[in-house]
T-cell receptor, first 111, second 117 residues
Framework: DQQVKQNSPSLSVQEGRISILNCDYT??????FLWYKKYPAEGPTFLIS?????DKNEDGRFTVFLNKSAKHLSLHIVPSQPGDSAVYFC??????????FGTGTSLTVIP | GAGVSQSPSNKVTEKGKDVELRCDPI?????LYWYRQSLGQGLEFLIY????????KSGLPSDRFSAERTGGSVSTLTIQRTQQEDSAVYLC???????????????FGPGTRLTVL
């Protein structure tokens, strides 16, 4: 059972526009969420996180929004750049050991 | 190198053979995780090591899978009698473990792509 879901396997956006990647979760006990970015042939790298006590966290061009009532979070990238083209995973840690990851969304930023 | 390394990068094996995958974590990181990513799936947690504590093996899919971590550093994931459904990218990650069982950012290796024919 997928506890963290990314329902869009791919997304294409024009350079300079906003990219919005979505993630839904089912476990209301999750209290921290992370986004990872993965280039081909490389491992995922941490991008940005958000605690459940917040509804927004911003870091440069990247902003993560959390809607606890809807069990939904989103990653906004603005302006999008070609170097942002990668697979993005959302993740939630549970019990300190296990991390639940979504299936990923492949973002393509078109120059 | 400063990052997590894994070897081999690619492994092709025949069904029924045993394979060993290696992970070298970042020096000083006491926590080590193994994940796998099958085609079209998210990262699936397999096993977690933390210092000298007993590992959390709750994610291992069957008793054909085992892992060990020697000297609190290098880890080996062993798959016995491989099956075609074991084909996946196996990722290792390490992190600093914080007090109170809290976690820190995981740093991932590049993965090992395993193909079972």
């Amino acid at each position: 059972d997928q506890q963290v879901k990314q329902n869009s396997p791919s997304l294409s956006v024009q350079e300079g526009r906003i990219s919005i990647l979505n993630c839904d979760y089912t476990n209301s006990m999750f209290d921290y969420f992370l986004w990872y970015k993965k280039y081909p042939a490389e491992g995922p790298t941490f991008l940005i996180s958000i605690s459940s006590i917040k509804d927004k966290n911003e870091d440069g061009r990247f902003t993560v929004f959390l809607n606890k009532s809807a069990k939904h979070l989103s990653l906004h990238i603005v302006p999008s750049q070609p170097g942002d083209s990668a697979v993005y995973f959302c993740a939630a840690p549970h019990t300190g050991n296990q991390f639940y990851f979504g299936t990923g969304t492949s973002l393509t930023v078109i120059p | 190198g400063a990052g997590v390394s894994q070897s081999p990068s690619n492994k092709v094996t025949e069904k029924g053979k045993d394979v060993e995958l290696r992970c070298d974590p970042i020096s000083g990181h006491t926590a080590l995780y193994w994940y796998r990513q099958s085609l079209g799936q998210g990262l699936e947690f397999l096993i977690y090591f933390q210092g000298n504590s007993a590992p959390d093996k709750s994610g291992l899919p069957s008793d054909r899978f085992s892992a060990e971590r020697t000297g609190g550093s290098v880890s080996t994931l062993t798959i016995q009698r491989t099956q075609q459904e074991d084909s996946a990218v196996y990722l290792c990650a390490s992190s600093l473990a914080l007090a109170g069982g809290r976690w820190d950012t995981q740093y991932f290796g590049p993965g090992t792509r395993l193909t079972v024919l």
